[in-house]
């Protein structure tokens, strides 16, 4: 059975617009055998148990994740195709604990490049994911993945990347540098500038997110120049002379950040100017693993076509590339209908602690190919079990504050029950008289009155008795 390796589709002359994607294509070029598996630019994340790519499947499995397919890879083959078989004792934690760093410290680096910053976003990312994407897919997936970046990168506080999101930080700026009130009304030309100094320059919002996102960028770059060394790979030596699974996943990350054309291009001007080094490293990753720039054209090609490329281009690596299939009525419809749930809040997040559940309680080796310990899958079904209460509270809350709201407004008199029409004029006069008595002695005796004209036969009969 061909393995079918599910991805987001190329951009930036990138086989995939997904570091994880490229870091999974970069470890298969390297350790799966050609012909064992097919590369499907299919950008459908509903596909992967993780409901995001890569995804592989092998017949009726389907396994989701960079580490998790990793993990399957090694399984399937008893250790035969596992880049990093041959590392032991130091080595290997390195490899673990710098993967880990990889992730944490390269993602949100990507998510300020890539989606948080607006004109790059706009002027390139956007257009990239249209490109590979058929519609709707294209007006809904751009958007969400943006917005979980944006998630993602909150805690930094770098909102001022993003021109579609009131920073915080040109408020201050502008509360600190504005004049006093009513100096708006002064012409320009008579207008007196504030003298720049060291300290306004640098608390300028704009030079101020320079700061941290170099300082983010060397937090990230520096450790791995220096493990890189002058080796070519990380952990290569006079008896190894292959890359390992962290020169993959490095590679995924510093390729996008280094490949990419964008109208501002910090993170690629950090890593051209200061790391070098780096630089050699991911071209000639690049060289290796994919043979050199991989267009959208290569990944959308049909099986005729991708046999013709292939005979024309014999004498460099071509990846395995199968054109993606198309989506069907059905599938468009779903989608749709997946989307606009998604969109409801109470309904989200219901779906999202289900689909918790749901991950949790799956059978050990069943089609998700995700093997979970006990102390795993208890910490899911904890998780998914607080954001039901949660969810719980919350529409008690709701429901409590609506019903006390309309009790409110019966109480008040704002909103009334409907009645009978003798019985409401009654009620209305018998308002009428209460309202008249609250006026003090003159509104008794207009209450008086009008009692008296209303009841001349009752009045009558008193003066007769």
């Known amino acids: 059975?061909?393995?079918?390796?599910?991805?987001?589709?190329?951009?930036?002359?990138?086989?995939?617009?997904?570091?994880?994607c490229l870091a999974t294509i970069a470890y298969f070029t390297q350790a799966v055998p050609k012909g064992q598996w097919v590369l499907v630019a299919s950008g459908d994340p509903s596909l992967s148990p993780t409901k995001d790519l890569p995804a592989l499947r092998d017949g009726s499995t389907?396994?989701?994740?960079?580490?998790?397919?990793?993990?399957?890879?090694?399984?399937?083959?008893?250790?035969?195709?596992?880049?990093?078989?041959?590392?032991?004792?130091?080595?290997?934690?390195?490899?673990?604990?710098?993967?880990?760093f990889v992730e944490a410290h390269g993602q949100p680096l990507l998510d300020l490049s890539l989606y948080v910053s607006s004109q790059n976003y706009t002027s390139a990312t956007r257009p990239a994911y249209s490109s590979i994407l058929s519609w709707p897919a294209q007006w809904i997936v751009p958007p969400d993945r943006r917005a979980a970046a944006k998630l993602r990168t909150r805690h930094l506080g770098l909102s001022s990347l993003d021109v579609?999101?009131?920073?915080?930080?040109?408020?201050?700026?502008?509360?600190?540098?504005?004049?006093?009130?009513?100096?708006?009304?002064?012409?320009?030309?008579?207008?007196?500038?504030?003298?720049?100094?060291?300290?306004?320059l640098l608390s300028a919002p704009q030079a101020a997110?320079?700061?941290?996102?170099?300082?983010?960028?060397?937090?990230?770059?520096r450790p791995l120049q220096d493990l890189l060394g002058t080796k070519r790979y990380f952990?290569?030596?006079?008896d190894r002379r292959k890359a390992g699974s962290l020169d993959c996943l490095t590679f995924g990350y510093l390729a996008l950040?280094?490949?990419?054309?964008?109208p501002q291009p910090w993170l690629a001007d950090i890593l051209r100017d200061?790391?070098?080094?780096?630089?050699?490293?991911?071209?000639?990753?690049?060289?290796?693993?994919?043979?050199?720039?991989?267009?959208?054209?290569?990944?959308?090609?049909?099986?005729?076509?991708?046999?013709?490329?292939?005979?024309?281009?014999?004498?460099?690596?071509?990846?395995?590339?199968?054109?993606?299939?198309?989506g069907s009525l059905l599938d468009i419809s779903a989608l749709l209908l997946t989307n606009v749930l998604d969109s409801v809040p109470v309904l989200s997040q219901l779906r999202a602690s289900n689909r918790l559940t749901r991950a949790a309680t799956d059978d050990d080796g069943g089609d998700d190919g995700n093997d979970m310990?006990?102390?795993?899958?208890?910490?899911?079904?904890?998780?998914?079990?607080?954001r039901r209460k949660e969810l719980v509270a919350q529409i008690l809350t709701v429901g409590a504050g609506v019903g006390a709201f309309v009790g409110y407004l019966f109480y008040t008199g704002i909103v009334a029950l409907p009645t009978f029409e003798g019985q409401g004029q009654g009620e209305a006069a018998l308002q009428g008289r209460r309202n008249l008595g609250d006026m003090g002695e003159a509104g008794a005796m207009l209450a008086m009155a009008g009692h008296v004209d209303g009841n001349p036969g009752g009045n009558e009969s008193e003066r007769h008795g």
């Open 373 to 386: 310990s006990g102390s795993e899958r208890a910490q899911l079904l904890a998780i998914a079990t607080a």
């Open 62 to 100: 389907w396994i989701g994740g960079f580490r998790n397919i990793l993990d399957y890879v090694r399984q399937y083959s008893d250790g035969e195709w596992d880049l990093d078989g041959d590392l032991e004792g130091r080595e290997k934690s390195d490899s673990i604990a710098f993967s880990s």
């Open 1 to 20: 059975m061909v393995w079918e390796l599910h991805v987001w589709g190329p951009a930036f002359s990138l086989p995939s617009i997904d570091a994880q």
């Open 164 to 200: 579609d999101t009131p920073s915080s930080d040109n408020a201050s700026s502008k509360s600190k540098t504005g004049t006093t009130p009513g100096s708006d009304q002064i012409p320009p030309s008579l207008r007196t500038r504030p003298r720049e100094t060291p300290t306004s």
């Open 274 to 326: 200061r790391y070098g080094r780096l630089c050699g490293y991911v071209h000639d990753l690049r060289a290796s693993f994919f043979g050199g720039p991989v267009s959208v054209q290569d990944a959308l090609l049909d099986a005729a076509a991708v046999t013709t490329e292939q005979d024309r281009r014999s004498e460099r690596h071509i990846l395995p590339f199968v054109a993606p299939s198309t």
């Open 209 to 221: 997110s320079n700061i941290r996102l170099h300082a983010l960028t060397d937090t990230f770059l």
């Open 257 to 262: 950040a280094l490949y990419p054309d964008l």
């Open 235 to 238: 952990f290569s030596s006079s």
